[in-house]
């Protein structure tokens, strides 16, 4: 191992962790609307960071005021370790994002629009352009019109942008909207790599099944608030179920819930969903046997990200 | 991988170079900066060719105003009646780029993606602006060259005389004012269409604005000076009076120089109170575009 690269090593794990957004009882009131109401995340370097919520729950608003875009009623922003007060062009050429949905000038090229952001941001070399574009195989299609786009490129030249100014922190939303399944694979296995570059990746994203995959922490806002902020393996443990079929379904029911770790019995068709902690199944089995219960079927049903949105958000569409 | 970081300079002019090297590079590749042009010039072509047309016609009598038109029609005119046309229908012109200039960014979309790539609002604002003078200069400048060499060839076309004589100094120091007065009142008209776009976050409500308060004011004045009294003397307070007070001085004859208003008003206003009064309306409407700009958040 040559120096150069112990001391590339040393620094690399050195910012890991290092937080690089923080934001601290964040509100935005539009008239008699409270968009968002005191809300508080931390993102650190080398994670990917899911925000979930449904329509009108205060996403776009809390990354807009993120980058400036919109002035917060309340709250405080670090971005890097600086709260950002007024100019933060500093710390906007180490972010790079996708705001909503990518939006470019449709008379130019892909190629074009890229030229038009480094002149704009500066200082980056014209190489880039064709680095960035290669890395999400749009390179072929970069001296096309960008209006004549299908969503999907138009979803890649989003993600070639954000990368032009090798961000420190990467904001996505919606990166795999209008993608095909190997074009959703691509972005999918795209974004633990930029993590895994000592980047921050926020995304935002109603593909619960795809935050799942990549994410290791999810905040949930709802209605302006965020409502579960946790690693997502947490988050799924608790609503962790045991899935169980026994003949006498009443006496089980009334035998589980007096165990004080139950949490809750429900019947459910021929099934007693069963909400215990993961480890649990042996005690659940144990219990039902000492008093003469035999589980013909026990199955733990370990919760999705989905059904822990829909429960959290009350069924509300994700978003 | 360790993050490349790039390093640029920043100060209150830092960076706007750049910046409006990105603006010009959107709009030389863009066909609309490219058609309002041609329609410019197309505009300058037509009117001259029409005047051409209407000289050649053989009136009973002559007709009264056919020496004037024949006038129009010769070289030394040339200049002076391209700068007529583009006060007023440039102005128009001007709206729709300067409308579009930002309206378009919002519809687009694209003002957030250009906002977060730009090192301040003021910045992005400015180089909107510097970009747009130099446009509507550069647009000027193609209209006084069309609408000479317009000239010649109807000079040609309708065998009057080649006499460079009046290519004096003074002449081109006349023609070199009269571009500048020209510019000076266009520029109110194309503000106020970028405020609006601003305000309206589109292009549409600018252009409607624009065009809407450089026809219809002409209209609202003729009723105010119909009134009299004290309302007779409002629209020396608006922008045509003003601007048909400055565009006068282009020494065209009456009728052709888009600026005579001695049927319209009692009493135009000075030369000074057109350009004070210009001014002010100039730098409010670009104050106001520069304050909702800064304040109001980019949503949607």
């Known amino acids: ?319 | 991988m360790t993050n490349t970081i790039y390093t640029v300079k920043t100060s209150p002019f830092s960076g706007l170079g750049r910046m409006i090297g990105a603006e010009l590079f959107k709009l030389r590749k863009r066909t609309m900066t490219k058609v309002l042009i041609l329609i410019l010039v197309g505009i300058i072509t037509l009117v001259n060719f029409l005047l051409l047309a209407i000289s050649k016609v053989d009136l009973p009598g002559g007709g009264p105003g056919m020496g004037n038109i024949r006038d129009m029609l010769g070289l030394p005119s040339a200049i002076p009646f391209a700068l007529a046309m583009i006060s007023s229908f440039g102005s128009a012109l001007a709206i729709i780029m300067a409308a579009n200039s930002i309206g378009n960014e919002y519809n687009w979309k694209t003002i957030r993606t250009a906002l977060i790539s730009s090192e301040s609002r003021f910045k992005f604002l400015t180089t909107k602006l510097v970009s747009l003078t130099a446009l509507v200069l550069a647009g000027m400048l193609i209209g006084v060259v069309a609408g000479f060499a317009v000239g010649m060839i109807t000079t040609a076309i309708g065998g009057y005389s080649f006499n460079f004589g009046f290519a004096t100094g003074s002449y081109f120091w006349e023609q070199f004012l009269q571009f500048w007065r020209t510019f000076y009142v266009i520029m109110p008209y194309a503000l106020l269409g970028f405020l609006m776009a601003i305000v309206g976050r589109s292009a549409m409500p600018g252009i409607a604005t624009g065009i809407g308060v450089q026809f219809l004011e002409s209209i609202i004045t003729m009723f105010m000076v119909l009134a009299g009294g004290w309302i007779a003397k409002v629209p020396n307070f608006l922008l045509s009076a003003n601007v048909n007070a400055i565009t006068s001085l282009n020494d065209l004859p009456q009728g052709f120089g888009m600026g005579d208003t001695s049927n319209a008003l009692e009493a135009a206003p000075s030369i000074p109170h057109a350009f004070i009064t210009l001014g002010i309306y100039s730098l409010v409407f670009l104050a106001l575009g520069y304050y909702f700009f800064k304040k109001r958040d980019v949503t949607g």
């Not at chain 1, 995959?213 to 443990?237: R, Y």
């Open chain 1, 1 to 319: 191992m040559t120096t150069a690269t112990i001391m590339e090593n040393q620094s690399e794990s050195e910012a890991r962790g290092e937080v690089v957004l923080r934001v601290i009882g964040l509100s935005k009131r539009f008239g008699a609307l409270d968009a968002v109401k005191g809300i508080s995340l931390e993102l650190r370097r080398g994670e990917v960071f899911g925000f979930l919520g449904p329509n009108g729950a205060g996403k776009s608003t809390t990354v807009g005021m993120i980058l400036g875009l919109i002035t917060p009623t309340a709250g405080s922003i670090e971005l890097f370790g600086v709260k950002q007060n007024g100019n933060r062009w500093a710390a906007l050429r180490r972010i790079g994002a996708i705001v909503e949905e990518p939006a470019f000038y449709p008379y130019l090229s892909g190629w074009d629009n890229l030229e038009v952001l480094t002149r704009s941001i500066g200082g980056i070399p014209k190489s880039k352009i064709t680095e960035v574009l290669e890395r999400v195989n749009l390179l072929d299609r970069a001296k096309d019109q960008y209006g004549h786009y299908s969503m999907g490129m138009k979803q890649r030249l989003g993600i070639a942008s954000t990368l032009l100014r090798d961000p420190e922190l990467i904001i996505l939303d919606e990166p795999t909207n209008g993608l095909d399944p190997a074009g959703t694979k691509e972005i999918r296995d795209l974004i633990p790599r930029l993590a895994h570059e000592s980047r921050a990746v926020m995304l935002c994203s109603h593909l619960l099944h795809e935050v799942e995959m990549v994410c290791q922490n999810v905040a949930i806002i709802k209605q302006g608030t965020i409502i579960a902020n946790a690693p997502i393996k947490d988050l799924l443990s608790h609503g962790n179920r045991l899935q169980i079929r026994v003949e006498n379904m009443e006496q089980a029911a009334s035998i589980l819930g007096a165990l004080p770790w139950v949490k809750s019995v429900k019947r459910e068709g021929e099934f007693l969903m069963i909400d215990v902690p993961p480890d649990r199944g042996a005690s659940v089995n144990h219990a039902l046997a000492e008093n003469g219960l035999f589980a013909s079927e026990l199955i733990n049903s370990a919760s999705s990200l989905e059904s822990v949105f829909l429960q959290l958000t009350g069924g509300a569409s994700g978003d």
